[in-house]
């Protein structure tokens, strides 16, 4: 079986995330999925930030999460992301949220998020050569 690198990140569920029944709003998974791109990012190498001051940026243009369970205040959650498309100018990532605890495990959320990389005016440049060639090696399932 081959598989393309993941990043694993975790988080407890915060009381500012929840309503009043305690079930999480449906927009913080969204929230989630950035802490999950970002860790994925950083673990590549580059970050945010040193794209930014390099003077591009990264605009999400689409997202779609499917929900499939509540998350609730104080569970323990993990965000796994993935490269499910590159581009020379766009990247397209995929996310699975769970529930670790308390057990069972249970999938939470199944989502992509599409970015595109932006000058500073707002428009379309190509990725940084060495970020473009990251993301490529890390869609690329591994043997």
Not at 8 to 16: I, W
Not at 91 to 118: D, H, K, N, Q
Not at 120 to 131: C, E, F, M, Y
């Amino acid at each position: 079986m081959t598989t393309r690198r993941r990043s694993v990140s975790t988080l407890r569920v915060r009381y500012a995330e929840t309503d009043q029944m305690g079930v999480v709003y449906h927009a913080h998974y969204l929230v989630w999925c950035e802490i999950g791109r970002t860790d994925f990012l950083r673990a590549l190498g580059r970050t945010y930030a040193e794209l930014e001051r390099d003077g591009v940026f990264l605009a999400v243009t689409e997202a779609h999460v499917r929900y499939l369970a509540s998350a609730h205040y104080d569970e323990e959650i993990r965000i796994e992301t993935w490269i499910e498309r590159v581009q020379s100018r766009a990247v397209t990532f995929g996310y699975e949220i769970s529930r670790v605890s308390p057990a069972p495990e249970t999938r939470l959320a199944v989502a992509t998020t599409t970015l595109v990389a932006l000058d500073s005016q707002g428009a379309p440049v190509r990725l940084p050569p060495d970020v473009l060639q990251a993301l490529r090696d890390a869609s690329t399932p591994a043997p």
